[in-house]
């Protein structure tokens, strides 16, 4: 079992390191270990590296240097923008998201709701398009921030961010971006997009997990999320993780050079993986428009069948995919993006995501298309539901769940 | 790969792998079906009785693989048992006979139970004399 070929569909969750990348880490680990703060040559020869890394960060972006804060991860670089917008200006009390973002954007908005601070969650139509008026509307004298993501993990839709960041501009409201799922798929940057903050993750390119930036363009007002020393220009406090910047800058800089042919590539498999799909399996939708969208991400949804099952025997066959749905972390609602858009609860339950990477090969895409429709037909076999019966509508759902939550609670206490 | 993966044992790998009588039963004297997409699975199990007996169960299942297993379980352990027994199943004998589940995974087991109870009063519903074998047929 542990020797068989793994054929990798969730991208989007991670991605290997690039052997390049290794590589240049290194050297870190072995002779270059010194602290780059410290006042004698063998410490501080490392902060050259630090900048040469910080430079190719942010040409991946478009950036200056100068406007790149490193940070552990996606979600610390999400929590640090709206914390920073919100503490830069003490005056406004208000944010607008949308109800599709990461749940490192969600989550720290809740915690902000539960201490008085008020968020506006925007809502998307069926594909998963956000309205510009209403987000216009939405905003108020008292708003800090705007954070939209730039390309949703689960479906892949990509948020018109130029768009909105333009009427935060005219509207005096700081814009964030979070461009986790983007970077390396697309072209991205920062003066395109004409955001103040970005947030980036570097394992989702080819670099390590426990890495990522945050943007902050120049002259933007800034409150330091993690307090301590004068690191990143005092912007982020903790010694520097200088093998990690050192394989995120090798990373960023492998991602640019090799952007146009992967996407190209990438995309192809992709719609050739998603359009027999479609037309293989009977009673199977795309989840979100077909276009704008990256070109690495689909989101189908089997009817009559539940994801996890279907991952099960996929993981049986080595092949590696993620549900929209939330199940597998103990939560018992369907995925919040998917239901944002409209999607019935039988529906999001049966949605898979497939994120192909610079690994994925034709026959990978082959694998999954000689198996996958014969996984869904034995499914619907054992299922009770059909297009006669898509869910049994006879059945007291609220009692269910107050069941369920006493369950969960004796289970957690006992 | 979540730790549920994992956490699933052999005995329930076996029964989601090859599920022990899936099906509905054309003829079946008792039908339940329970749960709903927008709170987890659904299972349907239906029975055929003769003598106050349960003689067939057939299941078909909407969920995870534990939901799965948990329904071919259950119909496996009520196959033989009288009404009155079957009345008294509960979702401790599902857990018990697939070696544990998951946690987070216990309330599969317990929607086993419901729809096993449903078939039943869908049974004592249509027979209302379940103690009288040779109640006239339908």
Same mark, same amino acid.
């Given at each position: 079992m542990s020797e068989r070929k793994i054929r990798y569909f969730d991208n989007n969750a991670t991605t290997p390191v690039a052997p390049e990348v290794v590589e240049a880490m290194l050297p870190f680990y072995t002779e270059l270990w010194g602290n780059p703060s410290s006042a004698y040559g063998f410490g501080h020869q490392v902060a050259g590296h630090i900048e040469a890394a910080r430079a190719k960060v942010a040409a991946l972006i478009g950036a200056e240097p100068r406007e790149v804060v490193f940070t552990s991860c996606g979600t610390e670089s999400n929590n640090t923008a709206i914390h920073s917008a919100l503490m830069a200006q003490p005056d406004k009390r208000h944010v607008v998201s949308t109800m599709v973002e990461h749940s490192a954007n969600l989550k720290y908005c809740e915690f902000l709701r539960q201490r008085g601070f008020e968020v506006t969650y925007l809502p998307v139509d %069926? /594909? %998963? @398009? #956000?309205?510009l008026g209403r987000l216009e509307a939405a905003l108020r004298p008292d708003t800090a921030l705007v954070s939209v993501m730039l390309a949703n993990n689960e479906t892949g839709v990509l948020f018109p961010v130029a768009e909105v960041a333009a009427i935060c501009r005219r509207k005096g409201v700081l814009c964030h971006t979070d461009a986790v799922q983007a970077a390396g798929k697309i072209p991205v940057d920062v003066r395109q997009l004409g955001v103040d903050l970005l947030s980036l993750s570097a394992h989702k390119l080819h670099a390590p997990k426990g890495i990522g930036l945050l943007y902050v363009k120049r002259r933007t007002r800034f409150q330091p999320y993690l307090m301590g020393g004068h690191q990143e220009k005092g912007r982020r406090g903790g010694t520097e993780n200088v093998a990690y910047m050192v394989g995120f800058g090798r990373a960023a800089e492998l991602a640019l050079e090799r952007l146009a042919e992967s996407s190209r590539r990438i995309g192809a498999l992709r719609d050739r993986l998603e359009e027999t799909l479609l037309a293989a399996v009977p009673d199977t939708v795309r989840n /979100? @428009?077909?276009? &704008?969208? #990256? &070109?690495n991400t689909s989101s189908l949804a089997f009817d009559f069948v539940e994801a996890e099952a279907v991952l099960m025997l996929l993981d049986q066959l080595g092949i590696c995919a993620s549900s929209g749905s939330a199940c597998t972390t103990g939560s018992l609602d369907p995925s919040h993006v998917l239901q944002a858009m409209g999607l019935s609860p039988m529906r999001a339950r049966g949605s898979l995501r497939f994120s192909l990477g610079s690994t994925t090969t034709e026959e990978d895409v082959d694998y999954l298309l000689a198996h996958l429709p014969g996984i869904i037909r034995r499914l619907r076999a054992i299922s009770p539901l059909c297009a006669a019966h898509p869910d049994n509508d006879r059945y007291d759902v609220a009692a269910a769940r107050a069941r369920q939550a006493k369950e969960l609670t004796s289970l957690a206490n006992g | 790969m979540s730790d549920i993966y994992t956490l699933y044992n052999e005995t329930v790998m076996d029964h989601f792998m090859n599920p022990r009588n899936l099906g509905d039963l054309a003829d079946a004297d008792g039908v339940g079906e329970v749960g709903a997409a927008a709170c987890g699975d659904i299972m349907k199990i239906s029975l055929k009785i003769k003598d106050g007996r349960i003689e067939d169960a057939r299941f078909k299942t909407f969920g995870c693989g534990s939901a799965i297993a948990s329904s071919s379980m259950a119909t496996e352990l009520i196959k033989g048992r009288s009404v009155q027994e079957a009345l008294h199943f509960s979702n401790q004998d599902v857990i018990q006979a697939l070696g544990g589940l998951p946690p987070v995974k216990i309330h599969c087991s317990v929607l086993a139970e419901e729809a096993i109870k449903a078939a039943l009063d869908d049974y004592l519903k249509r027979h209302p004399a379940p103690a009288a074998p040779a109640a006239q047929p339908t």
């Open positions: %069926g /594909g %998963g @398009a #956000l309205d /979100g @428009a077909k276009e &704008p969208r #990256l &070109p | -």
